[in-house]
């Protein structure tokens, strides 16, 4: 048996989570998944600001938090931190890991070779690209192109493993190959079968607590959810395997926590397609076992499509986004007012707006006329709400520590719109105002004329 | 007094994710005996019309009678993807939310 436990499930994740759940269970394999689709689109855009960005920082912020973890016998780290700039990352990791005075044993291991751009052109040419989303082709963005990526799959993370790494730092990569690397690894696996099981293990970890009661709709009934639990897979040599979590921690694994993060990002089921294998999800089989015990066996799988996603970004333009809260009375009619008056000021101005819209926050801007159906149903909930926790704190860090803590409310009650990859919230550094008064004789104004520079003789002295 | 119109989180309940520009839904009977009911109300048509307003491509529907699910997946729904939608919520995180509000009393 193998165990194999998720350390993020997200970029903006709470950096601590990997510590805690090392502390609470034996674990074999930890793997942090910090790209979702919309990730590499903002790497993109940090590292156009810094060449030597473009990766998941908060993969480092880790790696300090759990050294005492990093032996050559201790567990096995795989993780996608690399994004777009998967050398970089990993030269950081073994310098951190140099600086925490880690033995050279721990090796670091790095896979690339995701990075279209290079031969682009060519690979345009010679497969035709259309878009997965609406299938236009690939004419109509090839000249802003700004990254392409390749989602490779587990076989490239086997054979870091086979080579004696202990972390292993990789691009994209499909999220489930993370762990299909290592049960590969481990079982030395040809059957497809097996192979599907680790597919399915690889996607209930993928997301971190998702599938252990985090964003979850049960959420009023989780125990804990303010400190959810992160998953751990207990995986067979038969590819079945037992969702667990973390000993001691909050949230909860059962048949419906672990059904809702099976249902998360799939389409046709018949054929949940990856790098490593093609997956029948209908053949996933799942029985609870045990408290916050499920086990997952039957499924079935056959090999992989020909072809590799690719995930591309592109410049795109730019978004602006203005708000103004109103209050009673007549907050519609003011908020109404002020769009009615931002629209006039973009026309006065001549800015050429692509696209545009108007919210009034509270008033069905989210579900929009959807919500006819919960009036006329007899709902009295409103609309829409807005959270806002707002604090002073006197240090930076700490500042930063409480910012940091916008992303991981994902994990929280579901149904969080707005939500982005690595938000954090706001931090401004506050520079109060203090009055008082003093005797006006005790300042003494003073008033200087300041010489003139002389004019200039030709245009050469200028 | 007329009858209060029932609406399709009586009997399950939804979770949404995304990619691309497209969205899926899977949305699990509340109790398995109203599994049958979900396959009724869940027709592409009804969904398509339910989502009028954002939806411009596709809605394919597939069954997932192991998990007592059905599975939406619409195209063409989150303003051209996450990265560029001006919309509240770009993820669609609240979607699922969204086709619950579905009205089930015609389709029984």
Redesign the interface.
Known sequence: MVRVAAGAGSWGDDISEARELLQRSEVDYLVLDYLA??TL?IMQGQREKDPAKGYATDFLLVLRDIAPFLKADGVRIVTNAGGLNPEECARQVTSLLSALGISPEVRVAVIDGDDLMPQLDTLAERNAFSS???QRPFSTVAKSILSANAYLGAEPIRRALALGARIVVTGRCADVSLTVGPLLHEFGWSDWDCIAGGVVAGHLLECGPQSTGGNS??WSDIPGLDHVGYPIAEVASDGSFTLTKAEGSGGRVNG?TV??Q?????????AVLTPDATVD??????EECGPDRVRVSGVKGRPPPPTLKVSM?YG?GY?V?LQWPYAWPHAVAKAQAALDRISRTVQRLGIAVQ???R?I?GTG???????D??Q???SADPP?VFARYAARIGTLAQARTLSAQQAPMLYGP???????AGGRGQVSKINSHWATTVDATHVSPRIRILPRAEPCQSNADC | MSKQRRLLIEIAWAHAGDKGDMANIGVVARDPIHYEVLLKVLTPERIKSHFADICRGRVDVYELPNLHAVNVVLSQVLDGGPMRSLRLDPQGKTLGDSLLLLPIDDAN
């Open positions: 689709e919309v689109s997965l989303d609406d709709h049960m419906e059904t809702e099976l249902l998360h990002e799939i389409f046709d089921p018949a999800w209908r053949t996933i089989r799942l970004t795109d978004r986004i696209d545009s819209r919210d926050f801007a989210i579900h929009g006329p959807r919500l159906h919960a006329r149903a007899g829409e579901q149904g969080l719109a707005g939500h982005i």
